[in-house]
């Protein structure tokens, strides 16, 4: 990995992290994932691979993001998928 690619995060206003978040989670350095307590809502934060990334890791990314989505679906919650979606 080359010095400032890849990475994803959320920016939480502290007092609202305290309070709402149920969890984050970092997945791997193109998803990372975030409960939030009050509400069935999570939230999918994702950096995908350009057209210059390997098949493998691009492959591997759309699996890992399949995953995901499955076990969150799985339990009834609402989801977004939001970020760098590239090409």
Same mark, same amino acid.
């Given at each position: @990995?080359?010095?400032?690619?890849?990475?994803?995060?959320?920016? %939480?206003?502290?007092?609202? *992290? $305290?309070? !709402?978040?149920?969890?984050? $989670?970092?997945?791997?350095?193109?998803? #990372?994932?975030?409960?939030?307590?009050?509400?069935?809502?999570?939230?999918?934060?994702?950096? #995908?691979?350009?057209? !210059?990334?390997?098949?493998k890791?691009?492959? !591997?990314?759309?699996? !890992?993001?399949g995953?995901?989505?499955?076990?969150? $679906? #799985? $339990?009834?919650?609402?989801? %977004? @998928?939001?970020?760098?979606? *590239?090409?």
């Amino acid at each position: @990995i080359h010095k400032g690619q890849k990475g994803v995060g959320f920016l %939480i206003k502290s007092d609202y *992290n $305290k309070q !709402e978040v149920q969890e984050v $989670k970092g997945i791997s350095d193109r998803i #990372a994932i975030i409960k939030i307590k009050t509400s069935t809502l999570v939230c999918i934060q994702i950096y #995908a691979p350009t057209l !210059e990334a390997k098949d493998k890791e691009v492959e !591997e990314f759309y699996s !890992e993001l399949g995953t995901q989505i499955e076990q969150i $679906k #799985a $339990k009834n919650n609402n989801l %977004i @998928i939001m970020g760098d979606w *590239n090409s």
